[in-house]
């Protein structure tokens, strides 16, 4: 959609932002911790035990019939989560029989979508699925990128999705819950049975807040299915399906440690950085991504805190066997996990009461009471894009293609010290900008940026500055930086965009950060 | 208060309840399953992580501190929990402070109150306290029902303490939740520490839906206190003082098995019954209460279960040392705890996955999409009076005095089979009645009083009736029961009453089901 200039308004980041996204009013960025919520959380619809079964058997005999039943319509909100990553075979069946019923025009609102949503494109085409409100990434990313969806792509952060469920801002009419154990009463976990996923934080907005909850198994379990990390008090109807997903891809393909000569020498110099920062202290707390290079600062750190005969008193963020070796060993006292990225997290989860299951709600919502996001010593993140502000973009590629959902990114950048650890140029193209293409997190909030070839500490951040003196690392100013790479790879060409918006990106309190622009056909 | 004609309506149930209670329009109950909700669900005021400590660290250095820091001040609505029963140090402190800074008319919404809170009563007299909308145990009970109290008492059982919150019924100014284990952050739990109660369920909607919610303990922990069965995303202030409770007096004195042989027979009885009408079967699933009585019900139960070699699929109720005995021995699958009653109880939650924390709002909240107290195929509750209708009261004593709250006693009505052991009389006084001086449960739910000379089974249970045709067990009418009594007892008095409402009696959904009235001076 091409924006007259009285449909635009200028943010606090200086980005051109729509006032009006699918219909609604929007409130541009304003600038870190400057927007409140004026309104109180929202409340789902009152209900009443007289409309559900006395004997708690909440089992429909199928998905179309649950979605009837929900009443399933003409320009529904319908709510998927990703906990089943690129194996998940549910979100597609729901908008197969939405087709053959003749739905119309629903908005489709998981909170990630992976390249085995493909099967979705002929929907957005035929209008049974009139926009998405979540990552696109992959084929729905370029799908979305060359202008193709009705709506505007709305990408949020993973606490910015519970923020705006909490907050009325998405009203869910049907979320559907894929549960790898559940009872008929709708109370579920991911924790065992063949789509195991360890937790479904990603569906806990959804079960709070949606007006009905339908949650899908293939592993029907007698009363109590327990833990309820779902809990059926919220679930209006149960189905037992065959099979929810493919478990080899449910489990996350990203989760080995990287074999590059490169990115391992930038995961130890992230670590070495951490060491003469004075972050890797007893009891210290970290979040590092599953991402090959995150692995690895994750196992220079496990050295580092051997040799020092410390540990860690929490590590945050997705889980998967390396980290379940550090809190088997001792080295960290709980893993507060967000996503369950392959089988050993399962297991531990499962079996280890230090393991714990954590939301978007505890960990990601800017508006809560606080989060846990905050309390975090070190995060180690990546980016697609920083400039010279220490700006990052993690969304679009340097041809501005929209790829890539936030995650729990931008709810990250809360945590005390922020790390991006970045090759200085990825096929001949610099990482490192005057102005990243798409905002995706103010550069006050992120602190060190480090490469193969230098690391730029954020000004701001004069304590880290200081720390670091004297210890030999190769610390230069972002500037230079970007001038290394542009002596070696030449001044990169902006991506080829039409003035055309198709997708925006929400900061974490539900404020407009930036736009997605069309690219060039 | 002493209502005009105009004032008062005639319920479903043919009682007189007043159309307005404490200043809010009430409706009247309707029958079972009649009256649904029609607003949506209660959103507290919107909140910003921007507002709390980057750290995470709410501590703050007194309760007085806390509670001037949110704002306490005239006509506010203060609640508390009853986990700490009769040894509670807390509730007392919030309203000496409150005394001492001056405010006024205060409504005290705990979720129990118990003799020690007796110390209240002065806050009652000098307008500290305007009025109580929670059980009234005791002295609370007797003093309210003298007519001393400035407002009308509102009693709700648990769940629909849980629903006024959750519905908005009842808007909570600050919660007060004391927890014998919590962080800086304000997760926190009942599990550990001096003044362990095991679970917190009772502050769960508190903690959910109060503008302000402080925790207190006595038992700081580093972050993270796991399980968090009070999260800290909901907390603003946090803390620590020297003494929440008395040990011995949290743990209910009522946990031992009755030795009196006619309250043991009784048990029996019962048991027989639910044995002969098959209901202790394979998978089965039974709650039975802390008193004497209830808990010699749970021995016989036990007794049966090992003879035919079955096994109960879940209890749900207050745990105690037999029922933990009977999940360590493999008896029970699973407890579905909603309050811990001895230190046997809390040692068993801690350790064991099988004895699993329960709240209002899995169990009793009538205003959910189901919840587990209908799933419960057998119950055993007290009554102080039952009629020839099978209606019951368990609030006001032969006397008319208010001296009970009603716990979850409305909320187990829902169970498959509720079953009533009482004596026949107690100090001479029937206790099956023409009509019961309060209705707290429709004679509709009730299905089987037992008594130690003669068992009523409701006309309505046809199935029980024909189930136990044969059995050999003393089936008689009601009305042949209360013959009995009488024959024996002579025709009981009526209470000596006045006109004037003291309070009113809540039913699951809202709805005014009975008032209470003054004792005549």
């Not at 910015?160 to 579920?188: H, M, P, T």
């Not at 900008?433 to 490469?451: A, S």
Request: glycine residues 10%.
């Amino acid at each position: 959609m091409i924006l007259k200039d009285s449909e635009k308004v200028k943010n606090a980041a200086g980005r051109w932002v729509p006032k009006n996204v699918n219909g609604k009013a929007q409130v541009p960025y304003k600038g870190l911790a400057k927007h409140k919520p004026k309104t109180r959380k929202h409340g789902s619809s009152g209900v009443s035990c007289a409309d559900y079964p006395n004997d708690g058997n909440k089992l429909v005999t199928s998905l179309k019939e649950a979605l009837v039943k929900a009443g399933l319509r003409d320009g529904m909100t319908i709510s998927t989560h990703h906990h089943f990553r690129n194996g998940d075979y549910l979100a597609n069946q729901i908008f197969d029989i939405a087709h053959d019923l003749g739905v119309k025009n629903l908005m489709w609102f998981p909170s990630a979508s992976f390249p085995c949503h493909e099967h979705l494109i002929q929907y957005l085409e035929d209008g049974t699925i009139h926009h998405i409100e979540g990552s696109m990434n992959g084929p729905l990313g370029k799908f979305t990128s060359d202008g193709k969806m009705k709506g505007l792509g709305v990408l949020r952060s993973h606490g910015g999705r519970y923020q705006a469920v909490q907050d009325g801002e998405v009203q869910i009419d049907i979320a559907v819950i894929g549960a790898g154990c559940a009872d008929s009463f709708g109370n579920a976990n991911g924790l065992s049975g063949p789509s195991s996923t360890g937790l479904l934080g990603f569906a806990l907005a959804d079960s709070q807040y949606a007006e009905k909850v339908i949650v899908v198994t293939d592993n029907m379990v007698e009363f109590p299915c327990y833990p309820w990390q779902i809990q059926g008090n919220y679930v209006d109807y149960t189905v037992k399906i065959d099979k929810l997903g493919d478990p080899e891809k449910i489990i996350s393909g990203t989760t080995e440690i990287t074999k590059s000569p490169d990115r391992l020498f930038l995961a130890e110099l992230t670590a070495r950085f951490c060491e003469h920062a004075g972050i890797i202290k007893e009891g210290f707390s970290f979040q590092s991504g599953a991402g090959g290079t995150s692995l690895a600062v994750g196992e220079y750190f496990r050295e580092i805190m051997k040799r020092k005969g410390i540990k860690a008193r929490f590590a945050r963020g997705g889980s998967n066997k390396y980290l379940v070796s550090m809190l088997e060993e001792g080295l960290v006292d709980y893993i507060l996990d967000g996503q369950t990225f392959d089988l050993e997290g399962v297991r531990s989860m499962a079996e280890n009461s230090r393991h714990i299951s954590t939301s978007p709600f505890t960990s990601y919502n800017y508006h809560g009471k606080g989060n846990f996001a905050s309390l975090v010593d070190v995060v180690i993140l990546g980016a697609t894009e920083i400039d010279v502000n220490f700006n990052a973009n993690v969304v679009t590629h340097s041809d501005g293609y929209l790829l890539h959902g936030m995650g729990g990114w931008q709810n990250c950048l809360f945590s005390k010290t922020v790390i991006l650890p970045v090759p200085l140029f990825r096929d001949r193209i610099p990482v490192i900008v005057d102005e990243v293409t798409t905002l995706c997190g103010p550069g006050e909030l992120i602190d060190v940026v480090v490469t193969e070839r230098g690391i730029a500490i954020n000004p701001g951040r004069k304590d880290l500055i200081k720390a670091v003196k004297g210890s030999g690392l190769p610390v230069m100013t972002i500037e230079e930086l970007k001038d290394k790479a542009e002596k070696i790879c030449g001044k990169p060409e902006k991506p080829q965009l039409d003035e055309d918006i198709v997708a925006v990106i929400k900061w974490v309190d539900g404020t407009l950060l930036d736009s997605v622009r069309k690219i060039k056909q």
